[in-house]
């Protein structure tokens, strides 16, 4: 069995101190240290979430406005907050932190899976990030050499090998990082639906345990090791911070960050009290880089005497130079974009309109229409909105923009369903779909699918068997669908899920047309 023993020792950059960990992911906690003066200093933790490889800025050329993209984000780090990366911002108490799902997305940094993004953090000056859902998408071998060549710690208490009971060798539970004179353990934790929301090819022999638990387990051994004060950083909800205050009160954390859900938010939870030593700050940065949370905390003898809580956004203007532009990262992202545009420039076709993702818009149905069209012998498609990770700009539409829209490794499946199971599967409401149209009725928080037809309006009854192309990664069970308890032997068509979009946009543009997708109405509620 792998030892987790980690020597507390400083990490090559930072001025982190790895965790010390026992034998066994949940070992016995030693008892909490008592409250004790833990050192007085002011506190910045700047922290994101969700980055999904946005090393470029989100165009919004309507608004003539520029969001987010890593350029742009340190500019505002640099000017706004007043930190720099290395010892000198440690030593003022600045903290850069990343609570996962770092690197898929745009097909810049999907393309060189995830390495461009580790770059650009690297240079950041990150001290620790949370493992997200997302971060096992390449595999977890890619997984660990991303982690390898992070110089911040990634960190998964609440993840462990079945077969050892341990953490992965490329996970820790904690880090230690002094700052402002203040040694502050940060423990981070994955999503505990990892396992249906990411590809389960690459979570074979791991288990995710409950968050509550393991922060009772790991905690005390982080105060253990020498942490002063504690952070939680969180791959979740932020809806999830009042199940878990009182465990987070329990252990005297002093901020806990969330994300996943890309909603931001951030707020101050003051227990009912007046005093302020019992608050904690919670937040959830939002995604894409697009903005990030600052918590301020101003400690005395080790009492939390104020602090502050606040999401703020990353936005410019198109055109206009950023005042304090980083020459190194700036040639991170000219690296990548160069590697982008040499594989993926080819332009396809002209989109007349923005097109939307999401479970009615119309990108989603430009992907199944695209499947259906494709396999002729089947009569329905289905995608799960989840797998479109963004929208379609108008203007020209090139292979790399494809592959940022649909940036998984998934092929297609063929599976023979009853008009009583399709009916199931519809009832998710994630479901997109071409081939037929249906009504549906929401109730006591569940969908039911009321009516069923073809396109060309012939019913389709409860006992009929249907021909329906899903993606392989909602065939494993991911985002709940259950495809394979209803057909044990699929049709494996080996063909990519982005091959026949590719083909048909080519087609439309050497066909001197343009896109003109919209969204018709295939879903109606009772």
Same mark, same amino acid.
């Given at each position: 069995?792998?030892?987790?023993?980690?020597?507390?020792?400083?990490?090559?950059?930072?001025?982190?101190?790895?965790?010390?960990?026992?034998?066994?992911?949940?070992?016995?906690?030693?008892?909490?240290?008592?409250?004790?003066?833990?050192?007085?200093?002011?506190?910045?933790?700047?922290?994101?979430?969700?980055?999904?490889?946005?090393?470029?800025?989100? %165009?919004?050329?309507?608004?003539?406005?520029?969001?987010? *993209?890593?350029?742009?984000?340190?500019?505002?780090?640099?000017?706004?907050?007043?930190?720099?990366?290395?010892?000198?911002?440690?030593?003022?108490?600045?903290?850069?932190?990343?609570?996962?799902?770092?690197?898929?997305?745009?097909?810049?940094?999907?393309?060189?899976?995830?390495?461009?993004?580790?770059?650009?953090?690297?240079?950041?000056?990150?001290?620790?990030?949370?493992?997200?859902?997302?971060?096992?998408?390449?595999? /977890?071998?890619?997984?660990?050499?991303?982690?390898?060549?992070?110089?911040?710690?990634?960190?998964?208490?609440?993840?462990?090998? /079945?077969?050892?009971?341990?953490?992965?060798?490329?996970?820790?539970?904690?880090?230690?990082?002094?700052?402002?004179? %203040?040694?502050? *353990?940060?423990? #981070?934790?994955?999503?505990?639906?990892?396992?249906?929301?990411?590809?389960?090819?690459?979570?074979? *022999?791991?288990?995710?345990?409950?968050?509550?638990?393991?922060?009772?387990?790991?905690?005390?051994?982080?105060?253990?090791?020498?942490?002063?004060?504690?952070?939680?950083?969180?791959?979740?909800?932020?809806?999830?911070?009042?199940?878990?205050?009182?465990?987070?009160?329990?252990?005297?954390?002093?901020?806990?960050?969330?994300?996943?859900?890309?909603?931001? #938010?951030?707020?101050?939870?003051?227990? *009912?009290?007046?005093?302020?030593?019992?608050?904690?700050?919670?937040?959830?940065? #939002?995604?894409?880089?697009?903005?990030?949370?600052?918590?301020?905390?101003?400690?005395?003898?080790?009492?939390?005497?104020?602090?502050?809580?606040?999401?703020?956004?990353?936005?410019?203007?198109?055109? $206009?130079?950023?005042?304090?532009?980083?020459?190194?990262?700036?040639?991170?992202?000219?690296? $990548?974009?160069?590697?982008?545009?040499?594989?993926?420039?080819?332009?396809?076709?002209?989109?007349?309109?923005?097109?939307?993702?999401?479970?009615?818009?119309?990108?989603?149905?430009?992907?199944?229409?695209?499947?259906?069209?494709?396999?002729?012998?089947?009569? %329905?498609?289905?995608?799960?909105?989840?797998?479109?990770?963004?929208?379609?700009?108008?203007?020209?539409?090139?292979?790399?923009? %494809?592959?940022?829209?649909?940036?998984?490794?998934?092929?297609?499946?063929?599976?023979?369903?009853?008009?009583?199971?399709?009916?199931?599967?519809?009832?998710?409401?994630?479901?997109?779909?071409?081939?037929?149209?249906?009504?549906?009725?929401?109730?006591?928080?569940?969908?039911?699918?009321?009516?069923?037809?073809?396109?060309?309006?012939?019913?389709?009854?409860?006992?009929?068997?249907?021909?329906?192309?899903?993606?392989?990664?909602?065939?494993?069970?991911?985002?709940?669908?259950?495809?394979?308890?209803?057909?044990?032997?699929?049709?494996?068509?080996?063909?990519?899920?982005?091959?026949?979009?590719?083909?048909?946009?080519?087609?439309?543009?050497?066909?001197?047309?343009?896109?003109?997708?919209?969204?018709?109405?295939?879903?109606?509620?009772?």
């Amino acid at each position: 069995m792998r030892s987790l023993l980690l020597v507390a020792a400083v990490l090559a950059v930072g001025g982190c101190r790895t965790a010390t960990a026992g034998q066994g992911v949940h070992p016995s906690a030693p008892p909490e240290p008592p409250p004790r003066a833990r050192g007085s200093g002011a506190l910045h933790l700047l922290i994101t979430t969700d980055e999904h490889g946005w090393l470029q800025p989100l %165009v919004d050329e309507e608004r003539k406005e520029t969001q987010g *993209g890593v350029l742009a984000l340190f500019d505002r780090l640099s000017r706004v907050e007043g930190y720099a990366p290395g010892p000198d911002a440690l030593a003022r108490g600045y903290l850069l932190l990343s609570t996962g799902d770092m690197w898929t997305g745009p097909y810049e940094s999907t393309l060189l899976e995830g390495a461009p993004m580790v770059a650009a953090m690297n240079r950041m000056g990150y001290s620790a990030a949370a493992v997200g859902n997302h971060d096992f998408d390449f595999g /977890v071998q890619k997984l660990g050499k991303n982690g390898a060549a992070a110089r911040y710690p990634l960190l998964a208490a609440n993840l462990v090998e /079945v077969a050892t009971g341990e953490l992965p060798a490329w996970a820790r539970p904690f880090t230690i990082v002094e700052a402002g004179g %203040v040694a502050i *353990g940060v423990v #981070g934790l994955t999503n505990v639906d990892t396992p249906v929301t990411s590809d389960p090819r690459h979570l074979t *022999g791991l288990s995710f345990l409950p968050y509550a638990e393991t922060l009772d387990a790991w905690i005390p051994r982080a105060r253990a090791a020498g942490a002063q004060e504690i952070v939680v950083l969180i791959h979740d909800e932020l809806a999830l911070a009042d199940q878990l205050l009182p465990v987070l009160r329990k252990h005297r954390v002093r901020a806990a960050s969330f994300g996943h859900h890309h909603q931001a #938010g951030a707020r101050i939870d003051d227990a *009912g009290t007046a005093a302020l030593d019992d608050d904690v700050a919670v937040c959830n940065a #939002g995604a894409y880089l697009r903005s990030y949370c600052v918590i301020e905390l101003t400690l005395e003898a080790g009492a939390l005497t104020k602090r502050s809580a606040a999401v703020k956004q990353v936005r410019g203007t198109v055109g $206009a130079p950023l005042p304090s532009a980083d020459a190194a990262l700036a040639a991170i992202v000219a690296d $990548a974009e160069k590697h982008a545009e040499r594989i993926g420039g080819e332009v396809l076709v002209e989109s007349k309109r923005p097109l939307r993702r999401g479970p009615r818009g119309e990108l989603g149905q430009l992907v199944v229409d695209s499947w259906l069209a494709a396999l002729p012998w089947t009569q %329905v498609a289905i995608t799960n909105a989840g797998g479109i990770r963004q929208d379609l700009a108008a203007g020209p539409v090139r292979v790399r923009d %494809v592959a940022s829209v649909l940036p998984f490794n998934n092929f297609l499946l063929v599976v023979e369903l009853t008009g009583a199971e399709l009916k199931q599967a519809l009832a998710n409401e994630e479901s997109v779909v071409a081939g037929v149209r249906y009504r549906f009725k929401d109730a006591d928080g569940m969908r039911r699918v009321t009516s069923l037809a073809f396109i060309d309006g012939k019913p389709i009854a409860d006992g009929d068997t249907v021909r329906v192309v899903i993606n392989d990664f909602m065939y494993r069970g991911g985002d709940r669908y259950t495809f394979a308890s209803w057909d044990e032997e699929p049709e494996e068509t080996a063909i990519d899920w982005r091959e026949p979009v590719l083909r048909r946009l080519r087609a439309l543009g050497q066909q001197g047309k343009v896109l003109e997708q919209t969204v018709d109405e295939r879903a109606r509620p009772e």
